[in-house]
């Protein structure tokens, strides 16, 4: 993060001739908005299996673990019937289609029957699979089928998309539906939104309705009523609904309705807990995220950083691409050992995207590429320096992007980085803290790194007095109570020496730890997993954290954070 270390950063990136160096229900679908699903009922929102079929009436709709929506599809598997199940749709020969979807389960496989078709393991949280394939020659038809494995356990899966042109037994339909009218809400929620509309004509006939949040497709009913779930309280959103017909043509967008959700009990959802430590890709000696977690238990990393490589595009430090890369790899390791990651934009120092992109929508526009690419549940803005820390304007830039993204992307959960004095928020701290009042940007968790800080021997004391501080300034701010003001907070620490030699043992990161898990805090992170190794005298550098102690123990210590 800062001086010592960031030399160290810097030096290494210059070498690599860059310039560049912190649910809920979730329901954007991943990937940019697709034009059209041939698929019928894929997010299984109509609360049953139809047309789905399944193998040995092993599969039935369900309200939890879902990754978009309400429901999700559970797949029962036994020793003897891998609980396929399947839906065949019309299709154009000759004709590329890339089928996606996210499934949850220990071996679980989506594919096209006679083709391409393809697996992971992912036991404890949601993760996406994607194939593409082209039909034959003469090929009219295709079965679509999702499974588990035998005796492996109970699968889920959820919006699962196939994305090309419809069939119809050969048919030329290329007519569009007429676009959907007389949008309007019949009901919200601090999480929720429910929907109606007219009906839309076609010349074959209407096949679904795609509800779309901003330019992303949420939700996918066979009705004119829908809920848009997993929304955040006193958030604006705008909804569109278009129609779409068997061949995959899609009509206009219907009128827009804007609605903000209720405010709840004050404090949105504080339900969000998350443990994930810094893993840094382009520097100290990136350790393989699947040896970290095996042997601490981890399941969540921050991933750093997301810079701009230029013109307000994001890239892993401003030099690697954002897919297919090593960062890219780290996050598959992360994903099929049952975790996920949080992306942090900025840091102390390269170009970043804050202070570069040219207005708060270019700025979300960059976010959103990010998200898209990777299916986020959650984003962190590292906001420190003159650039941002300091800039008011570049704060304000900042919030509102925050502010776009958390509209247009369901359940995603906006995380705000800064760095901290001993007794709380320095001026520009609690600058950012009001100006995400005033904006109503409903930021989730308002994270304080109290390292650099000039903390001296106490770094246990001076760390609880800092996060105390910061509660204070949250509770006069928003009128929240200690309970919820706890909720927002989020402590960044530092393993081991600090660029001001102060020292966080595994003993005071302990300590901090239960005070976090005592007072329910939102997260708890630490700069980094690169340096969670010992080297008794090593100083400050990059890739062990110059004490005595275990490797990976303080991620180990991170892993007991539960809120």
Partial sequence: MRNTLMRSRRRLLALLGSAALALAGAIALPGT????NVLTNPGFESGSLSPWSCTGNLGSVVSSPVHGGSKALQGAVSSSDNAQCSQTVSVQPNTAYTLSGWVRGSYVYLGVDGGASTWTTSPSAYSQLSVSFT????????KIYVHGWYAQGTYYADDINLDGPGGGGGSTDTQAPSAPTNLTSTAKTSSSVSLSWSASSDNVGVTAYDIYSGSNNVLS????????SGLSAST???FTVKARDAAGNVSGASNSVSVTTSAGSGGGDTSFKQAAPY?????????NPTTVMNATGVKWFTMAFVLDSGGCTPAWDGSRALTGGADQTAINQIRSAGGDVVPSFGGWQGSKLGANCSSASALAGAIQKVIDAYGLKAVDMDIENTDEFENEAVQAKILTALKTVKANNPGLRTIVTFGTSTTGPTYYGNRLIEQAQSLGANIDVFTIMPFDFGGGSDMYGNTVNAAEGLKAKLKSTFGWDDATAYAHIGISGMNGLSDQQENTTPAIWTQIKDWANSHHIARLAYWAVNRDRPCAGGGVVSNCSGIDQSTWQFTSITAGFTG
């Fill in 33 to 36: 908005a697709q034009a059209a």
């Fill in 135 to 142: 039909t034959g020659a003469s090929q009219t038809s295709a």
């Fill in 221 to 228: 009913v066979s009705g004119t009523t829908a809920t848009v």
């Fill in 236 to 238: 604006a959103y705008t």
């Fill in 279 to 287: 893993l840094y890709e382009g520097w100290g000696d990136p350790p």
